[in-house]
T-cell receptor, first 112, second 113 residues
Framework: SQTIHQWPATLVQPVGSPLSLECTVEGTSNPNLYWYRQAAGRGLQLLFYSVGIGQISSEVPQNLSASRPQDRQFILSSKKLLLSDSGFYLC???????????FGPGTRLTVL | GENVEQHPSTLSVQEGDSAVIKCTYSDSASNYFPWYKQELGKRPQLIIDIRSNVGEKKDQRIAVTLNKTAKHFSLHITETQPEDSAVYFCAASRADSWGKLQFGAGTQVVVTP
């Protein structure tokens, strides 16, 4: 069965510091991968999605970036965090249908 | 782009009663509508979905209905139980962009014994 790992689980970072969140998927190959952000008490906002290694599509202009160095690895990064970057970051994957059916456990980021 | 509105934002029901959550969407090209359940501090889980060629789908105590003409879809939970307490999100997407789900803001459902 498919498993999604995310780390770290929680992170507290000062404004202006860099960020690197990692997502890895097991039990599947060539998945579509997604990064979502959920602000407190809000719905999920799609940030990036990737259909293959090195292929990244950005949905929201911001100071975040994503990379997919390996088939089952998806990384979310920032050079300088903003207060507004605080939130719950969720990685998700889908098969060829493209629907993100399974989410990772999430990373709760607090920027102070 | 697609815009999904979800109502109500909070819903309190007595155990055993039914709960209904409604969503409207703006993009007439949207044709896939999933529902997710998110318990406090946990990841969202897909609980049911419906495609535009179907008007209703049922899975045990949950059902989803879709009205394409009116561009709205609803989640129905019957015989609610305390474990149904969670935040429920609706979403919509187009066939040519399955992964680009547009989510509603969520409904906090509280089932009281």
């Amino acid at each position: 069965s498919q498993t999604i790992h995310q780390w770290p689980a929680t992170l507290v970072q000062p404004v202006g510091s860099p960020l690197s969140l990692e997502c890895t998927v097991e039990g599947t190959s060539n998945p579509n991968l997604y990064w979502y952000r959920q602000a407190a008490g809000r719905g999920l906002q799609l940030l990036f999605y990737s259909v293959g290694i090195g292929q990244i599509s950005s949905e929201v202009p911001q100071n975040l970036s994503a990379s997919r160095p390996q088939d089952r690895q998806f990384i979310l990064s920032s050079k300088k965090l903003l207060l507004s970057d605080s939130g719950f970051y969720l990685c998700a994957w889908s098969g060829t249908s493209g629907v993100p059916r399974y989410f990772g456990p999430g990373t709760r980021l607090t920027v102070l | 782009g697609e815009n999904v509105e979800q109502h109500p934002s909070t819903l309190s029901v007595q155990e055993g009663d039914s709960a209904v959550i409604k969503c409207t969407y703006s993009d007439s090209a949207s044709n896939y509508f999933p529902w997710y359940k998110q318990e406090l501090g946990k990841r969202p889980q897909l609980i049911i979905d419906i495609r535009s060629n179907v008007g209703e789908k049922k899975d045990q105590r949950i059902a989803v209905t879709l009205n394409k003409t009116a561009k709205h879809f609803s989640l129905h939970i019957t015989e609610t139980q305390p474990e149904d307490s969670a935040v429920y999100f609706c979403a919509a997407s187009r066939a040519d962009s399955w992964g680009k789900l547009q989510f509603g803001a969520g409904t906090q459902v509280v089932v009281t014994p």
